[in-house]
């Protein structure tokens, strides 16, 4: 399919309109973790263990000697050991939801992956508790992931500002001269308040005429402990993207509405590749449903 639009280029400004075009095989960002799939499956199906209060099902995630320190300090040692708890537990919280968000998995060599997230419990009443920052050792045994290890801990509340230091490298302005002569520009800064970046970006032809421009916001979301953005097309466009960081690479995945109607999904990488340059392409695209070729990759640099 030909893609109908021209999208925006780089995901931390909300789009730069480049048109899609298949990518070359050189120098394509890497793509998620095939081996991430099992893992995340693996945290529905623990959710659903979870809600349905089957400590056995729960319990059975860990390895036979696996362990668990929860967010108290306690330690529980083996699988039996841990169904224990868990059956003392799931009685007490019979209609409460747990919600996690899986933030990072880092494989380390084959048969090891560690995953960081957060974990919310909402009790029966709709009554919201604190989030808990988890850290999980997988293994994998008899091609099964189970967890070797689970660390729990509190979540320090640095404020949204904390929260963005990650991304404050972005501060400035950046171009990006495109094949077809356009000038693409964003400027990064910090909102009134420092609570979140604010990007403003545009695409000006040769002639001076802008054919594309906008406005970006990005923010802590506490409730789910991420990044999210909001980004706003002068056109009438809007977006909403949530973003992880993978390595050196961010990779925000974005869902987007057109004017006409149209929804676009894609996942943006963006990675730096100096202290005043970096690389963005946007993959697993799709406009209602229908996939799209990955676009072509963009380098941009730092003017001030």
Not at 2 to 19: H, T
Not at 139 to 167: C, F, N, P, Y
Not at 199 to 218: L, M, Y
């Amino acid at each position: 399919m030909k893609p109908p639009f021209r999208f925006v280029a780089l995901a931390l400004a909300a789009a730069f309109a480049l048109p899609f075009s298949a990518a070359a095989d050189d120098d394509k960002p890497e793509k998620p973790d095939e081996r991430e799939a099992p893992i995340l499956k693996n945290a529905e199906a623990f959710i659903a263990a979870f809600e349905k209060g089957d400590a056995a099902a729960v319990a059975a995630f860990w390895t036979t000697d696996g362990d668990l320190i929860d967010i108290s300090g306690r330690e529980f040692k083996g699988r039996d050991a841990i169904q224990k708890e868990f059956s003392e537990l799931l009685p007490k919280l019979k209609g409460s939801k747990l919600r996690i968000t899986v933030n990072s998995v880092r494989f380390v060599g084959d048969n090891t992956a560690i995953e960081d997230g957060t974990s919310t419990l909402i009790e029966a009443d709709g009554t919201k508790g604190d989030a808990v920052r988890y850290s999980n050792v997988h293994v994998l045994q008899d091609g099964k992931w189970l967890l070797a290890s689970v660390r729990e801990s509190a979540i320090t509340d640095g404020g949204s500002h904390a929260k963005l230091q990650d991304l404050s490298w972005i501060l400035g302005e950046w171009v990006d001269d495109t094949a077809s002569g356009e000038l693409a520009r964003v400027v990064f800064s910090w909102a009134p308040g420092k609570h979140f970046l604010i990007a403003r970006h545009a695409v000006e032809q040769k002639n001076g005429r802008i054919v594309g421009e906008g406005e970006q916001w990005i923010g802590w979301d506490a409730e789910d402990s991420t990044i999210r953005s909001w980004s706003f097309e002068y056109d009438g466009g809007f977006s909403e993207g949530t973003w992880t960081q993978n390595g050196k690479q961010w990779l925000a995945k974005t869902e987007s509405h057109l004017p006409d109607g149209r929804t676009i999904a894609a996942t943006n990488v963006i990675t730096p590749t100096g202290p005043s340059t970096i690389t963005f392409q946007s993959i697993e695209c799709s406009v209602d449903g229908e996939k799209l070729a990955d676009t072509a990759m963009v380098k941009m640099k730092r003017v001030k």
